[in-house]
């Protein structure tokens, strides 16, 4: 039940309700499409740190469920939120977050692009940890998927 009101709830942008679903159903469920739903809620909900732990654990266990995201077919809100960021109509309490939520968003559409943002936010700040273990994941990433598709050239 609570799946199907957060899955309403987030197709109508209300991310404060959506969260409070999405997090009752991944309790019971442990659904990675959904975990990866709650991340994009915590960006806008003023959740940045609760939506970088879970992005580092999602993609340290699962990375394509939120690369092999189709932004149309999946209802993906990203492009409109990344858009809002980036023109400064949201905003986030210093440059480093606005960076790596930007990093986070960017994923579920263009790899090259959140690797980019989470140089820069690392920039910002060095000393965070995990920008640097998802940068890993996310090199780690690209570098299998080139091999896969040389793999397949050779064939």
Known sequence: ?????????????????AAKELELSIQLTQNKRLTKKLI????QINKPREAL??????ISTDIEVITDTNPQADDCPCPGLIANIENDVV???NEFTKFYVLGLLLLYCNINESL??????RQKNPSEPKIDLIIEN???????????SQQKELI
């Open 53 to 58: 732990d879970l992005f580092l654990s999602l």
């Open 138 to 148: 996310l090199k780690k990433n690209l570098f299998q998927t080139i091999n896969k």
């Open 116 to 121: 980019k943002y989470f140089e820069i936010a």
């Open 40 to 43: 994009i809620c915590y960006t």
């Open 1 to 17: 039940m609570e799946e199907m009101l957060a899955n309403q709830y987030f197709m109508m942008r209300k991310y404060n309700l």
């Open 91 to 93: 905003t986030y309490e």
